[in-house]
Structures are given as C-alpha cells and as structure tokens.
C-alpha cells in the first residue's frame, strides 16, 4: 500500500496525477484531513493537479466516469474546466441524472 510518506522528497514531473479508488486510513482528527494529505503529498513533490475521490464509487462509476473526463481533457486542456466541464455534463444527461458517483472526485492544486 502507498502511504503519503511514500511521496515526500519525490522529485514528480507529472502535470496530473488521478487517485482513484483509494482508502484513506489512518490516524487524523478528521476525514477530511486524511483525503487531502494524500493528494497534498503529490503536490509537493511536484504533480501540476491531483484529483482524487473522497469517496469509493463503485467500479462501474469509475469506468463511466473517467473515459468521460479523459475525453474532455482532450479538448479542455485545462484541467479544472474539463473536471467541472465532466461533473456539468451529468447533470445535463438526463440518462445520469441519479449518478451521484461524479460527485466524489475533488480537484487539488498548488
């Protein structure tokens, strides 16, 4: 398993690093201190963005959620529009509309 302390002092030349079915354990005061020190490891030693799921989606979510994201990406390239550009296009599928799993993934930058 990857801990944060796995992270510190890397040397990253990544401009996004996506974590993605992740369990954060540990000892924290609260959740929320878990889900982002993780992610704020990756920050820095270096990663551009990092998102990550506060959450566990489900594989399937998953598997709809980033090809979806990634093709966006494309014609996006920045990458807070194509994640906000992706959560928007589940509210806007009337087919998705009880798909709650986009919810879940946060964007973190430095």
Do not use: H
């Amino acid at each position: 398993f990857l801990q944060p302390q796995d992270i510190a002092g890397r040397n990253l030349q990544a401009g996004l690093v996506v974590l993605s079915a992740c369990d954060f354990s540990g000892s924290s005061k609260t959740a929320f201190d878990l889900s982002t020190r993780f992610p704020g490891e990756f920050l820095q030693a270096g990663a551009g963005a990092v998102i990550a799921s506060l959450w566990s989606t489900g594989d399937q979510a998953a598997a709809e959620f980033w090809p979806r994201f990634y093709r966006t990406l494309m014609t996006t390239p920045d990458v807070a529009d194509a994640l906000a550009a992706t959560k928007r296009s589940y509210l806007t599928d009337s087919s998705q509309r009880d798909n709650t799993a986009w919810a879940a993934f946060q964007l973190y930058i430095d």
